[in-house]
């Protein structure tokens, strides 16, 4: 079996994947919180200037 290759992340070692409280503490679901104190239309602008296609923006729009 080969050795797992490893990659260091931002977070790795701050964070135990098991607290929620740590994740957020770092800063996660930061971008949520901003979604839902939006309108609608603002939520909906900021969408289309992202350029985002798909699921998670893969591809470019040419």
Do not use: F, W
């Amino acid at each position: 079996m080969a050795e797992e290759l490893r990659i260091i992340l931002r977070n790795y070692g701050k964070i135990d994947p098991l607290k929620i409280e740590d994740y957020i503490g770092q800063g996660g679901y930061d971008a949520l919180k901003k979604a839902r104190a939006m309108k609608p239309e603002e939520l909906i602008d900021e969408v289309r200037q992202s350029k985002l296609r798909g699921r998670g923006g893969a591809g470019d729009e040419t």
